[in-house]
C-alpha cells in the first residue's frame, strides 16, 4: 500500500498564498459553528410500567437459555478464545459470525454473564471490527464524492467542507485512541497494522486531497460567473482557506491538485487589493497583477 508521502508533496506556496490572503481577510469575521443543543431527555412512563410486568417472563427467558445452550455457549467460548488473525478483513465477517450466533439468545449479556465468556476478548474484536468498517465507510464516501455541477456553489461547497470535517474527526479519534487500542488488540491477537499512518488513515488524507481539488475547481469555475466584487472577495478566501486546511491535513498536494490550486492562485493573482474605507476589497482586473 502506498502512503500519502508517496502521492503528495508538501508546497510551500499553498501556505504562503494562505497566510497572504488571510492578511487581507483579517477583518472578516469568522462564521461561528452552531451546535445542536441536546433534547432533554424524558422518561416513558407507560415503557417502565410494562417492563416491570414483564420482568418475571424475561427473567424466567434468561433462566432457560442458560439451562438449554449451554454447549452451544461453550462452543462459541473456544472459538473466540483460540482465533487469531493476521489481516483485519477476516476479523470482519468473524464478528458478523459471532453476533448472528448469539443472536438467538433473548439477551446476549445476561445469559453470558452465567459462562466462562472472554468479554473483554470479544469486545475488542468488536470494537476493531466495527472501527475498521466505519473507516472504510468513511474513506469511500470521500472517494466517491462527485460535484453535482447544477448544485449550486455554496451549497456544494457546504457538502465538501462537512465531508472535510468528517475526515479529519475520524483521523482525530484514532489518533486518540490508537495507542491504548494497539496494545488491547495485540494482547488477543487482532491486526493493528491499518490502525497506524499508512494505514486507513493514509487512504483517507488521499481522499482528502482529492476532495481539495473538487473544492477549488469548483471555486475556479463560480469565478468565472461572479464577475468581481464581494461575492468574488469571498469564493477567493473561502477556496484558499480550504486548500490550505487540506494541505496541512494531508501533509501536501499531488500534482493533479496542485495544478488546481495554481488555477485558483492564478485567478485570485488577476485582481488586486484596493483599501476601501478600513476594508479591503478585491477588485478584478482584465490583466494580471
Not at 461453550?74 to 459470525?97: A, G, M, Q, Y
Not at 494505514?199 to 481539488?213: N, P, Y
Amino acid at each position: 500500500m502506498k502512503t500519502v508521502a508517496a502521492k503528495v508533496r508538501r508546497v510551500p506556496e499553498v501556505v504562503e498564498f494562505y497566510h497572504s490572503i488571510m492578511r487581507r481577510d483579517s477583518k472578516r469575521d469568522a462564521g461561528g459553528c452552531n451546535v445542536p443543543e441536546a433534547l432533554p431527555a424524558t422518561a416513558n412512563a407507560r415503557d417502565m410500567i410494562g417492563e416491570i410486568e414483564n420482568r418475571s417472563a424475561y427473567l424466567l427467558a434468561i433462566k432457560t437459555d442458560v439451562e438449554t445452550q449451554g454447549d452451544f455457549i461453550r462452543l462459541l467460548i473456544k472459538e473466540v478464545e483460540n482465533v487469531s488473525f493476521t489481516d483485519i478483513e477476516d476479523v470482519v465477517p468473524f464478528v458478523k459470525w459471532l453476533d448472528d450466533e448469539l443472536s438467538y439468545l433473548v439477551d446476549e449479556r445476561a445469559v453470558l454473564k452465567h459462562f466462562e465468556w472472554p468479554e473483554q476478548k470479544a469486545d475488542a474484536l468488536r470494537e476493531a471490527a466495527f472501527g475498521y468498517c466505519d473507516f472504510k465507510k468513511l474513506e469511500s464516501e470521500a472517494a466517491s464524492f462527485r460535484d453535482d455541477a447544477r448544485q449550486p456553489c455554496g451549497s456544494a461547497l457546504k457538502k465538501m467542507q462537512a465531508l472535510l470535517e468528517k475526515l479529519e474527526l475520524g483521523v482525530y479519534n484514532l489518533s486518540r485512541m490508537r495507542e491504548s487500542a494497539t496494545r488491547r488488540y495485540k494482547g488477543f491477537g487482532i491486526p493493528t497494522d491499518w490502525m497506524l499512518e499508512t494505514g486507513i488513515v493514509s487512504q483517507i488524507k488521499l481522499a482528502s486531497v482529492k476532495l481539495a481539488m473538487k473544492y477549488m475547481r469548483r471555486v475556479s469555475a463560480e469565478l468565472e460567473a461572479v464577475g468581481g466584487g464581494p461575492e468574488e472577495e469571498e469564493l477567493i478566501v473561502r477556496g484558499v482557506r480550504f486548500a490550505f486546511r487540506v494541505h496541512q491535513f494531508a501533509g501536501g498536494f499531488d500534482v493533479e491538485t496542485m495544478r488546481a490550486f495554481q488555477e485558483l492562485r492564478d485567478k485570485a493573482r488577476s485582481c488586486h487589493v484596493q483599501c476601501q474605507n478600513p476594508h479591503q476589497k478585491l477588485i478584478c482586473r482584465s490583466t494580471p497583477c
